[in-house]
């Protein structure tokens, strides 16, 4: 069985500060993790994902994400927020290319303040 | 990248109505389809797995006959709301996986907003 957890259902960063989004994750098979931003009333848009390979993952927009096997862990970081950034983020766990299905974490709400 | 579009954007409904919602894939051909519902400040929930020329699969809980599903194309998922109630508002998100992804990504629609009074 596959869950992912994200920690902070809401975060709060200062402009030009870093981000850091917390995710952890369940699963019993090599795992594919994804982070997915969405923006009021809009669906998901892929941030990064990880697959195989490095365990460090640059994605869009300045985002990254660490895969750390022993911490079953995948957290989002940005260096330095921007008043963009506000928005919904979920992390999520697939078992591999030929799932079926994304576990969605229950999101985390960024706001960022001027 | 692959784009894929959902029609309408909004709706609202009155109670007793039936809704559809078509998921499109712009440039790409979707064998299959997935159908999720988000309620307000929570995450998507998967509903049904749509596979073209087959029958949708539904997760537990989720009524067949309420949420009827058509994958007639290989481009084109429609997720029919009958009956439509209050509790049915909600936004509703599809994705698609094309054949040739190969890594677990999907891609996902704008979203349609249904409101039913």
């Known amino acids: 069985a596959q869950s992912v957890t994200q920690l902070g259902s809401h975060v709060s960063v200062s402009e030009g500060a870093l981000v850091l989004l917390r995710c952890n994750y369940s699963s019993s098979v090599p795992p594919y993790l994804f982070w997915y931003v969405q923006y009021p009333n809009q669906g998901l848009q892929l941030l990064l994902k990880?697959?195989?390979?490095?365990?460090l993952v640059k994605g869009i927009n300045g985002f990254e994400a660490e895969f750390k096997k022993s911490e079953t862990s995948f957290h989002l970081t940005k260096p330095s927020a921007h008043m963009s950034d506000a928005a919904e983020y979920f992390c999520a766990v697939s078992e591999g290319s030929g799932a079926n299905n994304l576990f969605f974490g229950t999101g985390t709400r960024l706001t960022v303040i001027p | 990248g692959a784009v894929v579009s959902q029609h309408p954007s909004w709706v609202i409904c009155k109670s007793g109505t039936s809704v559809k919602i078509e998921c499109r894939s712009l440039d790409f051909q979707a064998t299959t389809m997935f159908w999720y519902r988000q309620f307000p400040k929570q995450s998507l929930m998967l509903m049904a797995t749509s596979n073209e020329g087959s029958k949708a699969t539904y997760e537990q809980g989720v009524e067949k006959d309420k949420f009827l599903i058509n994958h007639a194309s290989l481009t084109l998922s429609t997720l029919t709301v009958t009956s439509a109630h209050p509790e049915d508002s909600s936004f509703y998100i599809c994705s698609a996986r094309g054949g040739n992804t190969g890594t677990g990504e999907l891609f996902f629609g704008e979203g349609s907003r249904l409101t039913v009074l």
């Open positions: 990880y697959t195989t390979g490095a365990t």
